[in-house]
T-cell receptor
Framework: AQTVTQSQPEMSVQEAETVTLSCTYDTSENNYYLFWYKQPPSRQMILVIRQEAYKQQNATENRFSVNFQKAAKSFSLKISDSQLGDTAMYFCASMNYGGSQGNLIFGKGTKLSVKP | DTGVSQDPRHKITKRGQNVTFRCDPISEHNRLYWYRQTLGQGPEFLTYFQNEAQLEKSRLLSDRFSAERPKGSFSTLEIQRTEQGDSAMYLC??????????????FGPGTRLLVL
Protein backbone atom coordinates (compact mmCIF):
# COMPACT_ATOMS: atom_id res chain seq x y z
CA ALA A 1 0.00 0.00 0.00
CA GLN A 2 1.11 3.54 -0.68
CA THR A 3 1.97 5.73 2.26
CA VAL A 4 3.02 9.36 2.55
CA THR A 5 4.76 10.73 5.64
CA GLN A 6 5.22 14.34 6.62
CA SER A 7 7.36 14.49 9.74
CA GLN A 8 6.98 18.20 10.48
CA PRO A 9 3.53 18.97 11.97
CA GLU A 10 4.29 22.70 12.20
CA MET A 11 6.88 25.10 10.87
CA SER A 12 7.37 28.82 10.85
CA VAL A 13 9.43 31.17 8.71
CA GLN A 14 10.07 34.88 8.56
CA GLU A 15 8.67 36.77 5.61
CA ALA A 16 11.09 36.86 2.65
CA GLU A 17 13.09 33.88 3.92
CA THR A 18 13.27 30.35 2.54
CA VAL A 19 11.70 27.27 4.09
CA THR A 20 11.77 23.58 3.17
CA LEU A 21 8.98 21.14 3.96
CA SER A 22 9.81 17.43 4.07
CA CYS A 23 7.93 14.48 2.67
CA THR A 24 8.75 10.81 2.26
CA TYR A 25 6.63 8.23 0.53
CA ASP A 26 6.50 4.53 -0.03
CA THR A 27 5.15 2.83 -3.13
CA SER A 28 5.74 -0.38 -5.02
CA GLU A 29 4.87 1.29 -8.31
CA ASN A 30 7.49 2.47 -10.76
CA ASN A 31 5.36 5.18 -12.31
CA TYR A 32 3.57 7.70 -10.17
CA TYR A 33 2.99 11.38 -9.60
CA LEU A 34 3.83 13.42 -6.52
CA PHE A 35 2.07 16.60 -5.52
CA TRP A 36 2.15 19.39 -3.01
CA TYR A 37 -1.23 20.92 -2.22
CA LYS A 38 -1.83 24.03 -0.13
CA GLN A 39 -4.91 24.51 2.08
CA PRO A 40 -5.17 28.06 3.49
CA PRO A 41 -7.25 28.54 6.65
CA SER A 42 -10.95 28.02 5.84
CA ARG A 43 -10.22 27.95 2.13
CA GLN A 44 -10.07 25.24 -0.47
CA MET A 45 -7.15 23.04 -1.35
CA ILE A 46 -5.14 24.21 -4.32
CA LEU A 47 -2.33 22.59 -6.26
CA VAL A 48 1.12 24.05 -5.63
CA ILE A 49 3.35 21.83 -7.72
CA ARG A 50 3.42 18.43 -9.41
CA GLN A 51 6.26 16.02 -10.25
CA GLU A 52 6.16 13.03 -12.57
CA ALA A 53 8.32 10.27 -11.11
CA TYR A 54 9.81 9.38 -14.51
CA LYS A 55 11.25 12.89 -14.87
CA GLN A 56 14.64 13.44 -13.31
CA GLN A 57 14.41 17.21 -13.46
CA ASN A 58 12.92 18.79 -10.36
CA ALA A 59 9.70 20.71 -10.92
CA THR A 60 9.60 24.44 -10.29
CA GLU A 61 6.71 26.88 -10.17
CA ASN A 62 7.74 30.47 -9.52
CA ARG A 63 8.85 30.62 -5.85
CA PHE A 64 8.10 26.93 -5.30
CA SER A 65 10.47 24.12 -6.17
CA VAL A 66 10.90 20.50 -5.21
CA ASN A 67 13.85 18.27 -4.43
CA PHE A 68 12.83 14.86 -5.74
CA GLN A 69 15.08 12.00 -4.68
CA LYS A 70 13.55 8.89 -6.22
CA ALA A 71 15.92 6.35 -4.72
CA ALA A 72 15.41 7.78 -1.25
CA LYS A 73 11.65 8.24 -1.88
CA SER A 74 11.92 11.81 -0.72
CA PHE A 75 9.99 14.77 -2.09
CA SER A 76 10.63 18.07 -0.29
CA LEU A 77 9.10 21.46 -1.10
CA LYS A 78 11.16 24.64 -1.01
CA ILE A 79 9.41 27.98 -0.75
CA SER A 80 11.63 30.94 -1.54
CA ASP A 81 10.93 34.56 -0.59
CA SER A 82 8.11 33.48 1.73
CA GLN A 83 5.03 35.68 1.74
CA LEU A 84 2.29 36.12 4.33
CA GLY A 85 -0.13 34.52 1.89
CA ASP A 86 1.89 31.30 2.01
CA THR A 87 0.51 30.66 5.50
CA ALA A 88 -1.44 27.42 5.14
CA MET A 89 -1.48 23.67 5.65
CA TYR A 90 0.69 21.95 3.08
CA PHE A 91 -0.08 18.39 2.07
CA CYS A 92 2.20 16.05 0.19
CA ALA A 93 0.38 13.45 -1.91
CA SER A 94 1.12 10.60 -4.29
CA MET A 95 -0.90 9.07 -7.09
CA ASN A 96 -0.29 6.08 -9.36
CA TYR A 97 0.31 6.76 -13.04
CA GLY A 98 -2.26 5.08 -15.25
CA GLY A 99 -4.23 2.22 -13.80
CA SER A 100 -7.90 2.22 -12.96
CA GLN A 101 -7.86 4.02 -9.64
CA GLY A 102 -5.90 7.23 -9.45
CA ASN A 103 -6.92 8.42 -6.01
CA LEU A 104 -4.50 10.60 -4.08
CA ILE A 105 -2.76 9.36 -0.94
CA PHE A 106 -2.08 12.26 1.40
CA GLY A 107 0.28 12.86 4.28
CA LYS A 108 -0.98 14.40 7.51
CA GLY A 109 0.18 17.85 6.51
CA THR A 110 2.56 20.54 7.73
CA LYS A 111 1.15 23.77 9.13
CA LEU A 112 3.30 26.63 7.86
CA SER A 113 3.15 30.06 9.46
CA VAL A 114 4.85 32.99 7.75
CA LYS A 115 5.65 35.72 10.25
CA PRO A 116 6.02 39.41 9.36
CA ASP B 1 -16.10 30.56 -12.25
CA THR B 2 -15.40 27.17 -13.79
CA GLY B 3 -13.92 25.46 -10.73
CA VAL B 4 -15.33 22.63 -8.65
CA SER B 5 -18.28 23.72 -6.53
CA GLN B 6 -19.89 22.05 -3.53
CA ASP B 7 -23.16 22.63 -1.75
CA PRO B 8 -23.86 23.21 1.06
CA ARG B 9 -20.65 24.62 2.50
CA HIS B 10 -21.72 23.87 6.06
CA LYS B 11 -24.23 21.41 7.51
CA ILE B 12 -25.23 20.87 11.12
CA THR B 13 -27.46 17.90 11.81
CA LYS B 14 -28.60 15.74 14.67
CA ARG B 15 -27.43 12.20 15.09
CA GLY B 16 -29.63 9.78 13.18
CA GLN B 17 -30.65 12.22 10.46
CA ASN B 18 -29.84 11.80 6.78
CA VAL B 19 -27.77 14.37 4.89
CA THR B 20 -26.95 14.83 1.21
CA PHE B 21 -24.12 16.81 -0.32
CA ARG B 22 -23.69 17.90 -3.92
CA CYS B 23 -20.58 18.37 -6.05
CA ASP B 24 -20.40 20.01 -9.46
CA PRO B 25 -17.10 19.19 -11.18
CA ILE B 26 -15.21 21.16 -13.78
CA SER B 27 -17.34 20.66 -16.87
CA GLU B 28 -14.89 18.78 -19.11
CA HIS B 29 -13.65 16.45 -16.34
CA ASN B 30 -14.75 12.84 -16.57
CA ARG B 31 -13.48 11.75 -13.15
CA LEU B 32 -14.96 12.78 -9.83
CA TYR B 33 -13.58 11.87 -6.40
CA TRP B 34 -14.92 12.14 -2.86
CA TYR B 35 -12.56 12.48 0.11
CA ARG B 36 -13.12 12.93 3.84
CA GLN B 37 -10.87 15.11 5.97
CA THR B 38 -10.98 15.09 9.75
CA LEU B 39 -9.34 17.72 11.93
CA GLY B 40 -5.57 17.61 11.79
CA GLN B 41 -5.44 14.94 9.10
CA GLY B 42 -4.95 14.80 5.38
CA PRO B 43 -7.88 13.90 3.13
CA GLU B 44 -8.78 10.21 2.85
CA PHE B 45 -10.24 8.68 -0.28
CA LEU B 46 -13.87 7.54 -0.16
CA THR B 47 -14.98 6.79 -3.71
CA TYR B 48 -14.64 7.88 -7.32
CA PHE B 49 -16.56 7.93 -10.59
CA GLN B 50 -15.50 7.82 -14.17
CA ASN B 51 -18.38 9.41 -16.03
CA GLU B 52 -21.47 7.88 -14.39
CA ALA B 53 -19.81 4.64 -13.27
CA GLN B 54 -18.70 4.28 -9.65
CA LEU B 55 -15.43 2.40 -10.06
CA GLU B 56 -13.96 2.20 -6.57
CA LYS B 57 -15.13 2.46 -2.98
CA SER B 58 -12.86 2.70 0.04
CA ARG B 59 -13.37 0.49 3.07
CA LEU B 60 -14.02 3.81 4.86
CA LEU B 61 -17.31 4.03 2.97
CA SER B 62 -19.73 2.16 5.23
CA ASP B 63 -23.16 0.94 4.15
CA ARG B 64 -24.64 4.19 5.43
CA PHE B 65 -22.86 6.10 2.70
CA SER B 66 -24.01 6.17 -0.90
CA ALA B 67 -22.80 8.21 -3.84
CA GLU B 68 -24.25 8.77 -7.27
CA ARG B 69 -23.28 10.58 -10.42
CA PRO B 70 -26.27 10.48 -12.75
CA LYS B 71 -25.49 11.33 -16.37
CA GLY B 72 -21.84 11.75 -15.51
CA SER B 73 -22.22 15.36 -14.41
CA PHE B 74 -22.79 16.41 -10.81
CA SER B 75 -22.48 13.93 -7.94
CA THR B 76 -24.26 13.49 -4.64
CA LEU B 77 -22.99 11.90 -1.44
CA GLU B 78 -25.65 10.78 1.03
CA ILE B 79 -25.04 9.74 4.61
CA GLN B 80 -27.89 7.90 6.28
CA ARG B 81 -28.41 7.70 10.05
CA THR B 82 -25.55 10.07 10.75
CA GLU B 83 -23.23 9.42 13.67
CA GLN B 84 -20.99 11.83 15.55
CA GLY B 85 -17.98 10.14 13.97
CA ASP B 86 -19.19 11.33 10.57
CA SER B 87 -18.32 14.91 11.52
CA ALA B 88 -15.67 15.97 9.01
CA MET B 89 -14.97 18.02 5.92
CA TYR B 90 -16.17 16.24 2.77
CA LEU B 91 -14.12 17.21 -0.24
CA CYS B 92 -14.89 16.68 -3.89
CA UNK B 93 -12.27 16.74 -6.64
CA UNK B 94 -12.40 16.29 -10.39
CA UNK B 95 -9.92 15.41 -13.10
CA UNK B 96 -9.61 13.98 -16.56
CA UNK B 97 -8.13 10.67 -17.56
CA UNK B 98 -6.59 10.83 -21.00
CA UNK B 99 -4.73 8.13 -22.90
CA UNK B 100 -4.37 6.00 -19.79
CA UNK B 101 -2.82 8.81 -17.73
CA UNK B 102 -4.25 10.28 -14.58
CA UNK B 103 -4.38 14.02 -14.58
CA UNK B 104 -4.24 16.52 -11.75
CA UNK B 105 -7.18 16.62 -9.39
CA UNK B 106 -8.78 19.97 -8.62
CA PHE B 107 -10.64 20.36 -5.37
CA GLY B 108 -13.84 22.08 -4.36
CA PRO B 109 -14.23 24.15 -1.18
CA GLY B 110 -15.68 21.22 0.77
CA THR B 111 -18.76 20.66 2.89
CA ARG B 112 -18.15 20.80 6.61
CA LEU B 113 -20.49 18.45 8.48
CA LEU B 114 -21.14 18.63 12.20
CA VAL B 115 -23.24 15.89 13.75
CA LEU B 116 -24.61 16.77 17.19
Amino acid sequence: AQTVTQSQPEMSVQEAETVTLSCTYDTSENNYYLFWYKQPPSRQMILVIRQEAYKQQNATENRFSVNFQKAAKSFSLKISDSQLGDTAMYFCASMNYGGSQGNLIFGKGTKLSVKP
Amino acid sequence: DTGVSQDPRHKITKRGQNVTFRCDPISEHNRLYWYRQTLGQGPEFLTYFQNEAQLEKSRLLSDRFSAERPKGSFSTLEIQRTEQGDSAMYLCASSTRLAGRQETQYFGPGTRLLVL
